[in-house]
């Protein structure tokens, strides 16, 4: 394989990579290490796969893909964190907030 045959591949247009173990692992840690999360389910797009935000009480947040929507409901059933789609509630304003502070010190 040469070094730049990745950049020749040509995807097809509306495949998208799965969620794998590494997402879900991030997700459990991530959680696990933070208060007060919630799960914010993206619904799917010819672009990207379901994903999920997760959000904290200070409106740290973190995203990563999950296989639908089902997938999300079971994952925050299994922790206790209550699941909403963003296309019915929206994101929460507290993480608005949490950007909007990143961005004032400079780091988003």
Do not use: C
Not at 2 to 27: C, I, W
Not at 52 to 73: F, K, M, N, Q, S
Not at 88 to 94: D, T
Request: charged fraction near 35%.
């Amino acid at each position: 394989m040469g070094l730049f045959d990745s950049l020749r591949r040509k995807r097809r247009p509306g495949v998208t990579r799965g969620a794998t173990r590494q997402d879900t692992t991030h997700l459990d840690e991530w959680a696990a290490t933070r208060t007060g999360v919630e799960a914010y389910v993206e619904p799917k797009t010819n672009v990207t796969d379901t994903t999920v935000v997760l959000v904290a009480h200070d409106g740290e947040w973190t995203r990563r893909r999950i296989a639908d929507l089902d997938a999300a409901v079971a994952f925050g059933r299994k922790r206790g964190i209550p699941v909403y789609e963003v296309s019915r509630v929206g994101y929460p304003k507290r993480m608005r907030d949490y950007m909007a502070r990143q961005k004032r010190q400079g780091r988003g």
